[in-house]
Each structure stands twice: as C-alpha cells, then as structure tokens.
C-alpha cells in the first residue's frame, strides 16, 4: 500500500545535539511538508519542498533544517539551536499542480529533552 | 493572516447519536476544506473534503456543510461509534499546495 513512514516513532535528544527525523513516501508525490503538533494548536509548517532540491521555509524554520536529494525522501534535522524542541512531528505530502488535493500524513516521531 | 478555529474544544455524545463538530474560518477567498481524523500517537487521516463550490457533501456515515455567508465549516456523523472516538480539526486551504489547520475538537464516545 503506498503511504508515508516516519522514523523514528520516539526519539530522545540530548542537549547540544541535533536528530534527524525521517520522512519517506511512496506516493509518488512532489511536495513534502514537516509540521510541528503542541497540545492544544494546529500544525505549524516547519519546512515544505515542492520539488527535488528545493525547499522553503515554512513559519517556524528556525532552529530546523532539511534536505530533499530524492522525491521519496524529505529528512527533517532538529538542531541544537531550537531550544523547545519537544513536540510531535509530523510529515505530510501532495501532489503539485492539481489545485484541490488533501495533504497525507504520517504516523510522526515524537521528540523528547533527555 | 487568516485563522481556522474551532467552537469547541471537546465533545462527548453517547454511541449510536450524531456528532456535530464546528470549524470557523476567516478567509473569504479560501476554496477548499478538508477534515481530518487523529487518533492518538497517530497522524491525520484524510475524512472527507469540500470545494467552495459546494454547500454539502457526503460519505459514508460523514457529512460536511460549508456555509460561505457566515465562514463556518461543520462536520456531521452519523450513529457515532466508540471507534470515532479522536480530535477532528478542519483545514483550510491558504496558498497553493499550503493549508491552515484548526486546534481540533476532541470528539469521545460514550458506549
């Protein structure tokens, strides 16, 4: 069946370090999306990409980063610049260039401060 | 900017009744709405969509009504189960392939 997976479904960061979240999709779709789920607010874009090697900041990019090397793969780093890093991940893609598509979602990873 | 919000943060109806759940919207120009199911610990699944166009939808136990005049979103199931039990939130379409999403409502079931 195609779909989305994320990796890890749990992962723990120390301080000063950076993780990495992955995304894979076989959807075949262009566009790829990270948000960020807190108790109590809608999703927050981290970062999209609409096609391979190009990416854009979403609303909340700071202390992220990401690449998109392959249209399957959209890895998500959490650096140690972003100081509350604990939340819920979520990936999510589309297809591009038709106008009334839903995004598809991921499990996502849940990120905890050791 | 625009906002998506919803009237109630949860809701609780005994199984075999119809859940309503309510999503406002700011954006005139937005023309295209979506909601989505969360189950805990899991992501957004896709329930059932609705183009500005459009007043009602439906699907299976699922229906959307979209009234333009007032932005307000709402979606309607039928003979609630215990398994529909999850947050339900409305997104809405902002630019391109982008969307806002709703805080959710928190729909339990009462077997």
């Known amino acids: 069946d195609g779909g989305i997976t994320q990796s890890p479904k749990y992962l723990f960061r120390k301080e000063g370090q950076n993780v990495t979240l992955s995304c894979e999709q076989n959807?075949?779709?262009?566009?790829m999306y990270w948000y960020r789920q807190d108790p109590g607010q809608g999703l927050r874009l981290i970062y999209y990409?609409?096609?391979?090697?190009?990416?854009q900041k979403g609303d909340i990019a700071e202390g992220y980063s990401v690449s998109r090397e392959k249209k399957e793969s959209f890895p998500l780093t959490v650096t140690s610049a972003q100081k509350n890093p604990t939340a819920f991940y979520l990936c999510?893609?589309?297809?591009?260039?038709?106008?009334?598509?839903?995004?598809?979602f991921g499990d996502g990873t849940r990120l905890s401060i050791l | 900017g625009e906002s998506v919000g919803l009237h109630l943060p949860t809701l609780s109806v005994q199984e075999g009744d119809n859940s309503i759940i309510n999503c406002a919207y700011s954006?005139?120009?937005?023309?295209?709405f979506i909601w989505y199911k969360q189950e805990s610990g899991k992501g957004p699944q896709f329930i059932i969509d609705?183009?500005?166009?459009?007043d009602k939808r439906q699907g299976q136990r699922v229906t959307v009504l979209l009234n333009k005049t007032v932005k307000h979103l709402s979606l309607q199931i039928a003979a609630t189960q215990p398994g529909d039990s999850a947050v339900y939130f409305c997104a809405e379409k902002k630019t391109g392939n982008q969307f806002y999403f709703g805080t959710g409502t928190s729909l339990t079931v009462i077997p």
């Open positions: 999510a893609s589309s297809p591009v260039g038709r106008v009334f598509q839903p995004q598809h």
């Open positions: 954006n005139s120009a937005s023309d295209y």
């Open positions: 959807l075949n779709h262009d566009a």
């Open positions: 609705i183009r500005s166009n459009m």
């Open positions: 990409s609409q096609i391979v090697n190009d990416f």
